[in-house]
């Protein structure tokens, strides 16, 4: 569904952050990128979901060369791709569904000034939001909400466009183990139950290896370990994060 070719990106004026990556990404999988600080996961994220500017490399999404993408592959981008970023931008002082709604990509301007929405989709929303185990949270203010609580209203606004790709840096970055539990298992059933593929920075090795379906390791910009999940050897976590 994806292909990487040869990504390299360098910020000015020489900061070389990422090296000739390339990979594939099917239907359904659950990628957890995992390696140090500064290995280049973020900035790898931000590139796979076009946040950021690529310095060299191709990307080709369902047959279609999108590594420069016009103004229709833009909105394919914006269609198919979620990116929820570490510390998502939710309003505060607005409830969960109206957080939620404000994900929709067919909103009329006087709905993204007001935050108004009609009944049908206060329907859709309350049920993403029940996808994410928030119905009974729905009509409260989102600053009045657990950081787990967010994070999910953050993930049920990302889903709300029914995106196939599900791009996610650090989700459970911050969160006690029980919200943790939750949000890992949401993203795993959103792979199995809706196909969809997500990728998600992680720091803790041992949620990549229960949860996810593939794992990369990545050190010094480069992809260094590419297995299916399953328990890392000292080996290959020396190989990801160096000698202890
Ligand atoms: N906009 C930028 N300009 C210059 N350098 C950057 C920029 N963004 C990231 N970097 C550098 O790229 C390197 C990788 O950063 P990145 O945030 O991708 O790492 P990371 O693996 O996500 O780290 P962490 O686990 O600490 O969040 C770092 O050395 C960082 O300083």
Known sequence: MITVRNLSKVFPPDIKVLS?????????EFIAV??????????LLRCISHQEKWTTGQLIYQSNDIT???LLERWKLAKDFAFLEEKPALNRNKSAI??????????????????????DEHVMGMDYLEKVGLLDKGEKKVGQLS????????IAKALIHNPKVLVADEPVSGLDPKATEYIMQDLKSLCQERNMSVIATLHQVELAERYATRIWGLSEGKIVLDIPARSLTMREKQLIFGAP
């Open 20 to 28: 000739q990556i390339s990979f594939q990404v099917d239907e359904g």
């Open 34 to 43: 995992i390696g140090g600080s500064g290995s280049g996961k973020t900035t």
């Open 68 to 70: 420069t993408p016009g």
């Open 98 to 119: 109206k957080n939620v709604m404000m994900g929709r990509l067919y909103q009329t301007p006087i709905r993204l000034l007001t935050g108004t929405t009609s009944r």
């Open 147 to 154: 950081g787990g609580e967010q994070q999910r209203v953050a």
